[in-house]
């Protein structure tokens, strides 16, 4: 296959994984205690950020894995299910979508409009406080000096060691590649 070639199938399977994601997110918002629909909906965000950077698609891996923070700390239970969670991930998923369809849109560093909005998401959500309240436990500090913690999830991926969207069955997990954790 030729670089062009793995792209499109790229694309493809990631157009697949984000209208996945939506009626796992419906489901979510019926279900919010389903541990294994919660892995789903982190895996899907996971998937994309990995198989992103691998394509060197910096904007869209950068973006995935700040959503893929939030969503860790839904599935560690340290925020919860909301509606303000299932809208702005539906949110993050469309602008995913716009990054992948606009041609050289998922390159770059990220936009001040896709940092605000992350930033208000994470407001939203209590992802901030959760952060900030989890580092000065670990750590002795107080809430303003944990602010460097803030959007990551330690680089634990949460044990979602996954090949390239290998979790689906798909071409990119018959490579042998893996993301590692993320």
């Known amino acids: 296959m030729s670089e062009n070639q793995f792209m499109e199938t790229f694309r493809e399977e990631a157009l697949e994984l984000l209208g996945n994601l939506e009626s796992k997110l419906l489901e979510l918002e019926e279900r919010p205690d389903d541990a294994e629909l919660l892995s789903a909906v982190f ?8 198989s992103a950077a691998m394509f060197g698609l910096d904007r ?4 995935s894995h700040e959503v893929e923070s939030i969503l860790s700390a839904l599935r560690d239970g340290k925020i919860a299910v909301s509606k303000e969670l299932i809208g702005n991930t539906l949110l993050s998923r469309d602008m995913i979508l716009e990054m992948l369809e606009g041609d050289g849109e998922g390159t770059g560093p990220l936009s001040d409009e896709m940092k605000s909005f992350l930033a208000n998401f994470k407001e939203e959500v209590g992802f901030s406080s959760a952060a900030s309240n989890e580092k000065q436990a670990t750590s002795g500090e107080s809430p303003d000096s944990s602010k460097a913690a803030m959007g990551t999830d330690g680089g634990t991926g949460a044990g979602a060691d996954v090949g390239v969207f290998g979790a689906h069955g798909h071409a990119f997990g018959r490579l042998g590649t893996t993301t590692g954790r993320h």
């Open 43 to 50: 895996r899907v965000m996971h998937t994309i950020k990995g």
């Open 60 to 63: 869209i891996s950068s973006f």
